[in-house]
């Protein structure tokens, strides 16, 4: 995840399930583990891992229109880093933002 100057503070790490979706079109049930940051500006952004049925994620690697809807209702913007050789097929990382929690609602 990048900094676009300033400082960045770790606010903790959220956990859940929802539903990855590309352009619009439902892909599946995946389950989240992100690191949250306040940016110096205050936005919340995250970072973490994806996990969920291999050929969904081959489908949305590398595109800018995919978004995880939360079981709690959140719609999160979805940026997939390119493929590690190491990482398991159903799991991939990801940089995060859109309706993340507030920085109070972050477990540490």
Do not use: C
């Amino acid at each position: 995840m990048k900094q676009r100057g300033g400082r960045m503070s770790y606010l903790g790490v959220i956990r859940g399930s929802g539903t990855l979706r590309l352009a619009g079109e439902d892909l599946g049930r995946a389950d989240y583990d992100l690191d949250g940051f306040m940016t110096s500006p205050g936005e919340v952004v995250a970072s973490g891992e994806i996990r969920m049925a291999a050929e969904a994620l081959a489908r949305a690697a590398g595109r800018n229109d995919v978004q995880l809807t939360t079981d709690e209702g959140r719609v999160l913007a979805v940026r997939f880093s390119p493929a590690r050789n190491n990482s398991p097929d159903n799991a991939a990382h990801a940089d995060v933002s859109g309706e993340l929690p507030p920085a109070k609602e972050w477990r540490r």
